[in-house]
């Protein structure tokens, strides 16, 4: 006897829908609203006190949106979610409702640059400090644990260099502290990897990479794995005590395993409101349909790739972690099966000069700010994503000028190879000069 | 709050309101293995209405100390002893699924103490799937997803939660893994399998009574909760169609207003 729940891939088609509530609509609307009548005072009273289920305003909840929080939620095994206008918010929202003033995280340091901007020069202006541990240095991230720690946050892949957190003995970590342990997983989507069965709490993602997978619109979530208990201990007083702000509610004690995503939403998208707008939302329902497939091609070319890199004359270094001699190959193997997604960083021989001729050359990969595209994606870190961190950070975060960031897109390989081909002869030639 | 029942530590959400126990008195009892957070979207209506909510936490469940009651008789016996346990009187009882034997039995034994019955996903007896017990039994992970499985109806595998951003499905399993398997699901579906008291309970049963039933109900079918409904004397029945056992949650807005109607006409607050 086995449970008839739906499976990964009819999930991503249809959870958090149901057509018959919708005027038989097969793909989900797009409520394209400000705001929601209410059937009388006492009901509008109701929806205000969170007495019962409903949308008010969509600064709060969105129909159209919240299909893409169920679906996503259900995808990912976790008990709530709420999406928000990008995945920055979502990391920022995660953090504020988790944080006061005078709080501290525990942070990996191998991030997107724009997160590690905002905990290491945003955050300090609410008060809330951070300590960077590299991704690693699974010891290391116990050592920076402080009495006002409450929370550890990480990508399991690192971005840009492709080193991987240890989430399971991190997670162990976390759980002896009695804080959440946080993921940003935009790098592998819920295909590749489902975190709460590695040990983490809360997850982030950009929704904008491959989860959308067009390019078209800007979305984030946080879900919520419902694994926390906030009332172990007394680190979580705006969770556990009462919340002045809805009459006295304790979220912890009302909400139980959704009770951090439902004071995410009454609290932060109430006062700082970063929500999504519907037609967002619908654009990466879309993409979330073909999840499987896309993630399927990208793995595969990203394979190729790998192996066509770390055999060219051009190529100093490759990293990713099914790259042969890579160090976190094992533990890929452990927690990636499925694949170890479609980020690749390259040494490109003949540093920054070469990186940028390479960039400057290639005609179908695009050079842009952004990764997991469906079109394959090419970047300079030092000189874009990253380039508002000083040489010390660069360092430490494990950039360095030579790396070319690619985000393996679904095109026919051979294509990708002939362009690179191109940019690799136009890299060669800056040397060439300087050797005269 | 906690409070103490037989001198053990005993939680029961107030619906975010200080309990008063000079108001009418509705508590609310659990299924299977979960814990008063199932009824989050019942309670808090009622104690913003100038009712008294306790939604409890069955000994060992949710945040209640002491071990699992092992019969339903027990079980039955300790919701009446919480209601002098908080300073009160009387109550209306309000049950769902296993919930409904115990609030059941709880009439049986302080019918002087209970002035309304509502019963959500019931049956006059819960006899469980072997298999599905021994899983439980033996704290198989398996037997949580089974039970959501059977738990939900066809609409509510697609999700569509009342509360928006909620996943159905994964609240409930999460509530109930929230403890040792065996000792919460374990214990009660053994309890609810042994029960054979209920068809002579509910023909005796003498208050007001309503029975909300899922049209679509696989763990408690809609038939055998009509079977029920017809024992008790008198009782209003409610069928919510396109819903499964979980009503509470599936489609909580038909279920506050089906109890908000039965409790304003039966157990309404005195001005």
């Known amino acids: ?29 797009i409520y394209q609203t400000t705001s929601y009548m209410f059937d009388d005072v006492d009901h509008a009273a109701a929806l205000f006190n969170l007495e019962r289920g409903g949308h008010i305003y969509s600064r709060m909840s969105n129909p159209t949106v919240q299909v893409l929080e169920e679906r996503v939620c259900a995808l990912e095994g976790g008990t709530a979610a709420l999406a928000t206008a990008s995945g920055m918010s979502a990391i920022f929202l995660t ?20 997160t590690v901007n905002l905990f290491r ?41 492709n080193e991987l957190m240890n989430m399971p003995e991190v997670s162990n970590i976390a759980k002896e502290a009695g804080i959440p342990l946080i993921i940003d997983s935009t790098y592998q989507t819920p295909y590749l990897c489902r975190p709460f069965e590695h040990g983490a ?16 619109s800007m979305a984030g979530i946080l879900v919520e794995g419902g694994t926390f208990d906030w009332m172990q201990n007394d680190k979580f007083p705006t969770m556990t005590e009462p919340y002045e702000g809805y009459h006295g509610l304790s979220f912890a004690e009302e909400f139980g395993p959704t009770a951090f995503t439902m004071m995410a939403r009454a609290e932060g998208m109430r006062d700082m409101g970063p929500c999504l707008a519907p037609q967002n939302a619908w654009n990466i329902l879309h993409g979330l349909e073909t999840l499987s497939l896309r993630m399927e091609k990208h793995c595969s070319n990203a394979l190729k790739m790998v192996e066509y890199l770390s055999n060219h004359e051009s190529v100093a270094w490759v990293s990713h972690a099914s790259a042969p001699g890579h160090p976190d190959k094992e533990l890929a193997e452990k927690i990636l099966p499925k694949g170890t997604g479609s980020m690749i960083a390259f040494g490109i021989k003949g540093g920054k000069e070469a990186g940028a001729a390479f960039i400057n050359n290639v005609k179908l990969a695009s050079h842009l700010a952004n990764v997991g595209d469906a079109r394959t994606l090419v970047i300079h870190p030092a000189s874009a994503t990253h380039s508002q961190m000083d040489e010390a950070t660069l360092k430490f975060a494990g950039l ?12 026919d390989f051979e294509d990708i190879v002939n362009d690179f081909e191109d940019g690799f002869r136009a890299a060669k030639k800056p040397r060439l000069v300087a050797n005269k | 709050m906690k409070f103490k029942v037989r001198g053990i530590d005993t939680f029961a959400s107030t619906g975010g309101r200080p309990f008063d126990k000079n108001k009418p008195l509705i508590i609310f009892v659990h299924g299977s293995g979960l814990s008063h957070m199932v009824w989050v979207l019942q309670t808090r209506y009622f104690a913003f209405r100038g009712y008294s909510v306790l939604a409890v936490d069955l000994p060992g469940h949710g945040l209640s100390s002491g071990e699992s009651l092992k019969t339903i008789e027990e079980m039955g016996d300790w919701v009446g002893d919480v209601i002098g346990a908080v300073g009160c009187k009387e109550a209306s009882l309000v049950g769902h699924s296993q919930g409904c034997l115990v609030t059941m039995e709880c009439v049986a034994q302080h019918p002087e103490k209970i002035k309304t019955l509502t019963l959500m996903g019931g049956a006059s007896a819960i006899p469980m799937n072997p298999e599905l017990l021994k899983l439980a039994e033996e704290s198989n992970p398996k037997a949580v997803d089974l039970m959501m499985d059977f738990a939900h109806g066809p609409a509510g595998h697609f999700g569509g939660h009342p509360v928006p951003g909620l996943y159905h499905l994964n609240v409930g399993s999460m509530i109930v893994q929230n403890k040792e398997i065996k000792d919460t699901l374990g214990v009660d579906f053994r309890a609810c399998d042994n029960y054979k008291n209920g068809p002579e309970i509910a023909k005796k049963l003498d208050l007001p009574t309503l029975s909300i039933l899922g049209a679509q109900d696989r763990m408690c079918r809609l038939k055998d909760g009509k079977i029920l409904a017809d024992y008790i004397k008198g009782s209003e029945v409610k069928i919510i169609e396109d819903c499964g056992h979980m009503m509470l949650l599936e489609e909580a807005d038909q279920t506050l207003e089906i109890l908000k109607k039965f409790i304003a006409k039966n157990y309404p607050l005195i001005n």
């Open chain 1, 1 to 29: 006897m086995d449970p008839k729940t739906y499976k990964f891939d009819t999930l991503s088609l249809h959870a958090g829908y149901q057509p018959s509530k919708n005027a038989g609509s097969r793909q989900v609307p």
């Open chain 1, 95 to 114: 953090i504020m409702t988790l944080c006061n003033a005078g709080d501290h995280m525990v942070v990996s340091s191998q991030l997107y640059g724009g």
């Open chain 1, 121 to 161: 020069l945003t955050l300090p202006k609410f008060g809330i400090k951070t300590t960077f541990v590299k991704p690693r240095d699974t010891e290391g991230f116990k050592k920076a644990i402080q009495p006002n720690t409450k929370g550890i946050f990480g990508e399991l892949v690192g971005n840009p260099g």
């Open chain 1, 201 to 216: 709490d809360l997850v982030v993602h950009s929704l904008t990479k491959w989860m959308s997978g067009n390019g078209s």
């Open chain 1, 400 to 411: 360095s000028h030579d790396m070319i960031r690619l985000s393996v897109g679904l095109e």
